[in-house]
Structure formats: structure tokens, C-alpha cells
């Protein structure tokens, strides 16, 4: 097994420069840039002070003669100097090639830069973020596994009963409407939108947090945070739902189930001491993935509409303001943890399974 862990670090290299490298190019490809984002800035500056001199008459952003290089949306009137001044400062004076070597080698050191228009480094960025996207991703994660393995158990074991189809009603219904339509209905109707108003809108915590108790603030965290992970749990737990299901179903009807019920076993016996360890052999080892991807993706209309400042939110506005040390810091990141991630997966899988060993399937 070490062997398989060494070759899978190995392998983890390459690939991540592959991704870095795609969504290197692709990014700069996009019109917009960092230098875009400054000059429009500045235009809209331009516009604002002439339309106060002109009694509130907006007028074109005058710059010197000349016009601004051509490359540049809107620079037409800026100094040349200027423009190139910019340029320098977002490191746009270097190739492509030359940027993107220093990108790396930097990342390589967990040196993400600072962010070009918060003026703060994008570590310090990403840690006083982190508290609420882990908040998000820790509790929607648990809860959809608590609710999900026993619901799938259950409807496994008493598959085409009522329970069951009315269940599955339940799943279907989870899985067909996206989880930010099940936040808008909770604030509807638990948060003051139209009919209780019972829960927070907005933030993780009260303003008066740092003056409340211990379990003041236990309970003013949970008051605040039960909204967006009910809503994310709604959302997400039909999938699981169904594959811990036919998971179980699977294995109820192989032959070492036949032999264990002719020995006389319990029905209970039968269940949670043979079927359950094969059962969930891909639902426990897709945790570390799963907490992952509702960590960094599935939160992120939910930090929206709940006004929750998390990584998810800080991700789409360096996406729409063409923040790149934002970007790419957080996709490097993102990408390393996914990465190591999916090899702790597969560990769960042996550890979870002693039989599975990668060595001997990869000779």
C-alpha cells in the first residue's frame, strides 16, 4: 500500500499543473482583465466627478490626447504611461510564459500573493473566510450522511412497501429542485419573508455575540446556521439516499447473504454484520469527495442568499472583478485539497475493506 500512496503523491504533480495550466490560459483568454477592471474603475470615477460639475449631467471620461493602447477596453484617452504604469503593477508587462512560471514557482511555496483589489493577502483572505464554508461544509456533510445511510438502509430492506414509495416521493422531490430554491422557501416561511419570522437572516453570528455565554453563543451559532444547512441538506441528500440504497440492494442478493440466512442467522446478524461493511464501502469512502465539493461548490448560492461571507462568495467576486491572485491562489489550493482528498478516499476504502488492496490491482 505504500508503494500505491508514493506513486498517487507522485502523480498529484503533474496533474495540478495540468489544471493550473488550463485554467491559466482560459482565464487569460477572457476579456475583462485585472487592468480592464482599473481603468473602468477610473472611467466610472471620471464620470461620476464631470457629472457633478455638470450639474449631474453624465459625460465620456476625458483623458490626455493621444488615446490609450487599443488592447484595452476603454483606454482611449488614458496616458500611455499610465496604462503601462498598470500593467506593471498587476505584472501584465511580462509574457504569458514568464507569469505563469512565477505563478508556480510561487504557489509551489504557498506564496498566493496579495489580492489585487482588497489589498490583503490572499492566505489571510482565504483564513477569515474558512470558519463559515467549514461551518457550512462540516454540518450539511454529517447531517446528509446521518440522514441519508438509514433512510437508504431502511428503504433497502422494505423495498416496494409504502414506506418505500413514499419515500421515494421525498428523494425525487430533493432531487429535482436545487437547494437555493429551498433556502428562498425557508426564508419565506421561517425567516421573516413572509410568514414566521423565527431565524436570522443574515451572518453566523449575532452582533452581540462576544458579550453572550458559552452556551449563549452555542446556541446564537446554531440559531444562525440552521436555515442554509437545512436547506443544503434538502438539497443533497437524495443522491446518497439512492446509492446507499442500491448498494444495499445489491448485496442483499449475493450468495454469501443466501448462506449466512441457511445457517440460521439473525435477519439483524445477517444485515449489519455481513452486508453493511460491503454496503457502504462507496458511500463511507466518498466522504472525504463529498465534504469537498460541498465545502467549495455547493455553498455558494447559499452564502448568497444568506448573506454568509465564505469562501464560496469570495470565489465569484474574484471571478467577476478578474481578481487572479484570488483566483488562482484559492484554485491551487482547492485543487491540491481535492487531490489528496480523493487518495484519503481510497485509503477509507482499504481501511474500510482490508481485501482491497490498490497494489495488486494496478500489477
Same mark, same amino acid.
Given at each position: ?29 477572457? %476579456? ?32 490626455? %490626447? ?28 511580462? %509574457? ?11 504557489? $509551489? ?90 431565524? %436570522? ?24 446556521? $440552521? ?120 485509503? $477509507? ?15
Amino acid at each position: 500500500m505504500s508503494a500505491y500512496i508514493l506513486r498517487r503523491l507522485l502523480l498529484i504533480v503533474p496533474t495540478l499543473f495540468g489544471i493550473m495550466l488550463v485554467n491559466f490560459l482560459i482565464v487569460q483568454a477572457a %476579456p475583462g482583465g485585472p487592468v480592464e477592471q482599473a481603468i473602468a474603475q477610473i472611467q466610472g470615477l471620471a464620470v461620476q466627478s464631470t457629472a457633478r460639475v455638470s450639474g449631474g449631467v453624465a459625460g465620456e471620461a476625458a483623458g490626455p %490626447p493621444g488615446g490609450g493602447p487599443a488592447k484595452y477596453r476603454g483606454a482611449q484617452g488614458l496616458d500611455p504611461e499610465f496604462v503601462a504604469s498598470l500593467e506593471k503593477q498587476y505584472g501584465f508587462d511580462k %509574457p504569458l510564459w514568464e507569469r505563469f512560471v512565477l505563478m508556480i514557482g510561487n504557489y $509551489a511555496v504557498f506564496d498566493f500573493g496579495e489580492s489585487f483589489f482588497r489589498d490583503r493577502a490572499v492566505v489571510d483572505l482565504v483564513i477569515d473566510k474558512m470558519p463559515v464554508s467549514i461551518s457550512l461544509g462540516l454540518w450539511t456533510t454529517l447531517l446528509t450522511y446521518l440522514i441519508s445511510i438509514p433512510l437508504g438502509i431502511a428503504k433497502a430492506v422494505r423495498d416496494g412497501s409504502r414506506f418505500d414509495v413514499w419515500t421515494s416521493g421525498a428523494v425525487i422531490v430533493g432531487n429535482a429542485v436545487p437547494a437555493f430554491l429551498f433556502a428562498i422557501l425557508l426564508i419565506i416561511l421561517f425567516a421573516g419573508g413572509r410568514y414566521l419570522d423565527w431565524f %436570522p437572516l443574515r451572518g453566523l453570528t449575532s452582533d452581540d455575540f462576544d458579550q453572550l455565554s458559552t452556551l449563549g453563543r452555542i446556541g446564537d451559532y446554531f440559531w444562525h446556521i $440552521a436555515l442554509p444547512v437545512a436547506s443544503m441538506v434538502i438539497g443533497g441528500f437524495a443522491g446518497l439516499t439512492m446509492l446507499t440504497k442500491n448498494s444495499f440492494m445489491d448485496q442483499i442478493h449475493q450468495q454469501y447473504v443466501i448462506t449466512a440466512r441457511a445457517k440460521g442467522l439473525t435477519e439483524r446478524r445477517v444485515l449489519y454484520g455481513h452486508v453493511f461493511r460491503n454496503a457502504m464501502l462507496i458511500v463511507i469512502a466518498g466522504f472525504p469527495g463529498a465534504f469537498v465539493s460541498i465545502l467549495f461548490t455547493g455553498a455558494l448560492l447559499t452564502e448568497i442568499i444568506f448573506s454568509l461571507d465564505g469562501l464560496g462568495l469570495l470565489g465569484f467576486e474574484a471571478a467577476i472583478k478578474r481578481d487572479y491572485p484570488v483566483m488562482f491562489g484559492t484554485l491551487y489550493f482547492f485543487t491540491l485539497l481535492g487531490l489528496v482528498m480523493n487518495l484519503i478516499g481510497d485509503l $477509507a476504502y482499504h481501511a474500510v475493506d482490508p481485501r482491497i488492496d490498490f497494489d495488486k490491482r494496478e500489477a
